[in-house]
């Protein structure tokens, strides 16, 4: 069996609430791989994956390349359960970690002014980020 096949195949196997998030995830791997994507399955190699999300990774974000290892584990093992594999070469791609500039910082004072000087006429979002800022959510 082809590898679009089998991405196609269990893309209805997918957790239905982020259907169309996966749908383009995997849309994107079956683009990257190019002519690959025709394939045999057991052709398949850790590298051919860990190539695409280097790919992805550039082009978006280290988090959605991690999101598309995940969805690729979940095809490619339903793909093992049906002995269409016999080694799964996506297990052993390991996920990228997180870059230190994807943290976040606290508001500033300034910042949290001028937050609510837009709320001002709004006292439900005015109590929504009072909220949040007495909790301490982005509190440096």
Do not use: W
Request: with cysteine; hydrophobic share 35%; proline share 1%.
């Amino acid at each position: 069996m082809k590898i679009a096949n089998v991405v196609k195949q269990s893309q209805s196997k997918l957790s239905n609430r982020r259907t169309s998030d996966t749908s383009e995830l995997l849309s994107a791997f079956l683009s990257s791989s190019g002519p690959k994507a025709n394939r045999d399955v057991s052709r398949l190699q850790t590298h051919d994956i860990a190539r695409s999300l280097d790919r992805e990774a550039k082009e978006r974000a280290r988090a959605t390349a991690n999101l598309s290892l995940k969805v690729l584990r979940v095809c490619f093992g339903e793909a093992e359960k049906q002995d269409l594999l016999t080694v799964n070469p996506v297990k052993r791609v390991k996920f990228l970690k997180s870059s230190k500039e994807a943290k976040r910082r606290g508001f500033t004072l300034a910042e949290v002014k001028r937050i609510l000087k837009e709320c001002r006429e709004n006292v439900e979002c005015r109590g929504l980020v009072l909220f949040g800022l007495y909790l301490g959510q982005r509190a440096g």
